[in-house]
């Protein structure tokens, strides 16, 4: 398929709102909060992506997930640049991604909770019971961005998205 | 333009930390006592690891010899490290290698934090970022440090040992030298008397909670962040730089 003419960059974020995000497949990259900016320099597609962790093996996948979408829909000219600032925060994990998060079982990040080396243990609810009942088993889960958590209820493994 | 040798040595430090702790940690992958601490090491490994690639990617653009990140780990020799030498000490049990996260942490937490505020962009935007999973590494070290010193007779006899084998190696945080004392007046870095003071209020209050006693001696190995190390770090290297001594620019 040929670029007829060049698409516009809301139409360009709705097509990488349908890229999953490698570890957590049913939100999308957009819903992760990891697409800075998305501008045309001439005929050059320039896509700003900030990494979520810093040794998040995700990361390397994302810019190639990225590039392959936009190339099945015939942008040939892209650029994937990387920024670190601002920082990536769980709060920049949109609503949307927040309850597809939920329904898929892992209990997404509570807004302003990102860490700090004194704050309190965030108040954490059981996905299946919706119980408060619950125990920290781990800080650290299945994949970096993820802590493990216990149903004290229904018995119920599951992860909680870090804050950070 | 001649490169910012300050700078460079000051990244290179940075950098070497993060990569030599990393490299360490990760030897307990598949060893730990419990699956969640096995999971929990490997993930602060990957932490540190992620960070090492902000600082010495960087640290190979001052140089501007065309070294990245890669090059500097694994195609120099044990003198060219910059890391201080409390990272290379051996992991020994679980109960060391927590307390010598801990006192890492505490440090590097503290560092960070002034740094995301340095006058150098980049500097500033890699301490932001890496700031934040330097607070999550220090709460859990600082929670199993009180656990098991505050824990039974046994743990709590392993953490005070612990203890007293790595004190001696923690003043060479903050023992600067002439690049480190250019660079705080540059607003580069902050005044690392700033950073210990912080350090000394984090560690007296864990290692309290811990019934920990903190060691009587006064003396201090330094030379790491010269480039004077250990036997360790040899070894270290040995088993990391191996693939690309043996099959250089290898690549998958
Ligand atoms: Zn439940």
Known sequence: MMQKHKPSTEQIREWLDAVPDPEIPVISLVDLGVIRDIEWQGDRLRVTVTPTYSGCPATGIINLDIETALRDRGIRNIEIVKTLSPAWTTDWISEKGREKMLAYGVVPPQTGTACTSNSPAPEVKCPRCNSENTKLVSQFGSTPCKSSYCCKECLEPFDYFKCI | ?252
């Open chain 2, 1 to 252: 333009m001649k490169a910012d040798s300050d700078l460079f040595e000051f990244l290179l430090r940075m950098g070497d930390n993060t990569l030599v702790l990393g490299h360490r940690v990760s030897e307990w992958c598949g060893h730990s006592p419990v699956l969640e601490e096995d999971i929990a090491l490997a993930n602060v490994a990957l932490d540190l690891i992620g960070q090492t690639r902000m600082w010495l990617d960087f640290a190979g653009d001052v140089e501007g010899k065309g070294r990245d990140a890669d090059a500097l780990a694994f195609r120099r020799d044990v003198w060219d490290f910059r890391n201080i030498l409390l990272v290379e000490r051996p992991n020994g049990n679980f109960g060391d290698t927590l307390m010598r996260q801990f006192l890492f942490d505490a440090w590097y937490h503290a560092i960070l934090s002034r740094l995301a505020g340095s006058s150098d962009d980049r500097i500033a935007a890699i301490a932001a970022k890496a700031v934040k999973e330097a607070a999550y590494h220090l709460e859990r070290s600082a929670d199993l440090v009180v656990r098991l010193g505050d824990g039974t007779t046994e743990s709590h006899a392993k953490m005070q040992a612990a203890l007293d084998d790595f004190w001696p190696y923690t003043g060479e945080m903050f023992a600067a030298d002439t690049i480190d004392t250019s660079l705080t007046s540059r607003g580069v870095i902050p005044n690392l008397a700033e950073v210990r003071d912080e350090w000394d209020e984090t560690v007296n209050r864990v290692l309290a909670d811990a019934t920990l006693e903190i060691p009587d001696g006064t003396y201090q190995h330094k030379g790491g962040k010269q480039g004077t190390h250990t036997e360790h770090l040899g070894h270290i290297l040995t088993e990391m730089q191996f693939l690309q001594r043996a099959y250089p620019d290898a690549s998958w």
